[in-house]
């Protein structure tokens, strides 16, 4: 099982980011995928996730309305989009197999940095 999240850098509050997630070492389609965040000193927290066709979808209070999560089962990628982003923001994401249950596998990629910062 391997993830590989791109798409993390440094942007000012308010504005946008595109995380993308290619997973491989497993049949994606057949599994929910979800992201979550890790800020330093605190616990890794889900933020959003997706069903296995897209067709439901979850968000955390902190990022309803502002987030948006895809996936593309023919590339095995998921994908968020991060829109109107806050400071505290500013974490590792990180994505993984399963939903709101929690996370399939044990192994996690290297995530990818978000920065909010003005």
């Known amino acids: 099982v391997q993830f590989v999240e791109s798409g993390g850098g440094l942007v000012q509050p308010g504005g946008s980011l595109r995380l993308s997630c290619a997973a491989s070492?497993?049949?994606?389609?057949?599994?929910?995928m979800s992201w979550y965040r890790q800020a330093p000193g605190k616990e890794r927290e889900l933020v959003a996730a997706?069903?296995?066709?897209?067709?439901?979808?979850y968000y955390s209070d902190s990022v309803k309305g502002r987030f948006t999560i895809s996936r593309d089962n023919a590339k095995n990628t998921v994908n968020l989009q991060m829109n109107s982003l806050k400071l505290e923001a500013t974490a590792v994401y990180c994505c993984n197999a399963g939903g709101q249950g929690g996370p399939v596998y044990y192994y996690w990629g290297q995530g990818t940095q978000v920065t909010v910062s003005s």
């Open positions: 070492g497993f049949t994606f389609s057949s599994k929910a």
């Open positions: 997706i069903s296995q066709f897209g067709i439901n979808r």
